[in-house]
């Protein structure tokens, strides 16, 4: 059963650097069509896309979000990463990893999901 | 960016009513929308996709319908394990956009 898990640090400073891993478990992120996204959710702004990646490392990233926004992957280990940079109490949020196949574009499963604070 | 606009924001209902949320996207988007349940401290979880298409595993009672810019997610027969928050995501083009969410309190 595919399973993601999000790890990383729960806690940022302002201006720095927000980085998450997410694991994936009982299936492989090479697979041909499976995509890898985040999404984020805060109270002020809801549920927000934030984008995704293909294996080959081919990323689609949110426009709102796209100077700021870099993903990565790494087969070997079977994850993929976010890193967000010049964070502001704004990108307080917790944060998913989440799968969807090719065109269809609906996310499932997601991860538990990570808290991450943007304090000093 | 196509918009989702969601309603209710939240209601209540009594176990063995049936309630309907609405989206209506800024844009037709065909009937590319998917409805999801979020119980609080968990991930969203997909109901529907494709407006009407029942994942797997999901009880019959929840139901979609709609096409080009209406949408919408009724649950007949309610029961006490609704009692969550509904999402609905547009997944014609990205940025894919979801509706601000309903609380339903049962």
């Known amino acids: 059963q595919l399973q993601l898990q999000e790890s990383g640090p729960g806690l940022v400073k302002p201006s720095e650097t927000l980085s998450l891993t997410c694991t994936v478990s009982?299936?492989?992120?090479?697979?041909?069509?499976?995509?890898w996204d985040w999404i984020r959710q805060s109270p002020g702004k809801g549920l927000e896309w934030i984008g995704n990646?293909?294996?080959?490392?081919?990323?689609k990233y949110n426009p709102s979000l796209n100077s700021r926004v870099t993903m990565s992957v790494d087969t070997s280990k079977n994850q993929f990463s976010l890193r967000l940079t010049s964070v502001t109490a704004a990108d307080t949020a917790v944060y998913y990893c989440?799968?969807?196949?090719?065109?269809?574009?609906?996310?499932?499963?997601w991860g538990r999901g990570i808290l991450v604070t943007v304090s000093s | 960016d196509i918009q989702m606009t969601q309603s209710p924001s939240s209601l209540s209902a009594s176990v063995g009513d049936s309630v309907t949320i609405t989206c209506r996207a800024s844009?037709?988007?065909?009937?590319?929308i998917s409805w999801y349940q979020q119980k609080p401290g968990k991930a969203p979880n997909l109901l529907i996709y494709?407006?009407?298409t029942l994942q797997s595993g999901v009880p019959s009672r929840f139901s979609g319908s709609g096409s080009g810019t209406d949408f919408s997610l009724t649950i007949s027969s309610l029961q006490p394990e609704d009692s969550a928050s509904y999402f609905c995501?547009?997944?014609?083009?990205?940025?894919?956009?979801f509706g601000q969410g309903t609380k339903l309190e049962i």
């Open positions: 995501q547009q997944t014609y083009i990205t940025p894919y956009i």
């Open positions: 989440a799968k969807h196949i090719g065109r269809l574009n609906w996310f499932d499963p």
């Open positions: 009982g299936d492989s992120i090479s697979n041909d069509n499976h995509y």
């Open positions: 844009q037709s988007i065909r009937n590319s």
């Open positions: 494709t407006a009407s």
């Open positions: 990646i293909y294996y080959t490392g081919i990323t």
